[in-house]
Nanobody, 121 residues
Framework: QVYLVESGGGSVQAGGSLRLSCEASRYTHCMGWFRQAPGKEREMVARINNIGRTTVADSVKGRFTVSQDNGKNTLYLQMNSLKPEDTAMYYC??????????????????WGQGTQVTVSS
């Protein structure tokens, strides 16, 4: 089992920045960030695959940056130029093997409890 704990969420003004962190209890093959706002479907925000390739959603490209530590235990999401439409619960996800890391999006088999991000006008 892999336990994921997110941190760094909060309330900021539009144009501000936040840095989310997701700490995994052990090594993971891949990790990613999702978000979900009330009434909307879950959206993949950014991810890093098992060989270090990064992918970001078009909606956040140029504003958000995803990264991880060398041990693949911690995932970060640097969020700049935040907009009200970025308001959502942000979830960290991870895959424990190459199969759970294959696909677009990958069928991650571990999820964190989420951290709330609220961006006001």
């Amino acid at each position: 089992q892999v336990y994921l704990v997110e941190s760094g969420g909060g309330s900021v003004q539009a144009g501000g920045s936040l840095r989310l962190s997701c700490e995994a209890s052990r090594y993971t093959h891949c990790m990613g960030w999702f978000r979900q706002a009330p009434g909307k479907e879950r959206e993949m925000v950014a991810r890093i695959n098992n060989i270090g390739r990064t992918t970001v959603a078009d909606s956040v490209k140029g504003r958000f940056t995803v990264s991880q530590d060398n041990g693949k235990n911690t995932l970060y999401l640097q969020m700049n130029s935040l907009k009200p439409e970025d308001t959502a619960m942000y979830y960290c996800a991870a895959g424990s093997n190459i199969w759970s890391c294959s696909g677009d999006p990958p069928p991650y088999n571990y999820w964190g409890q989420g951290t709330q991000v609220t961006v006001s006008s």
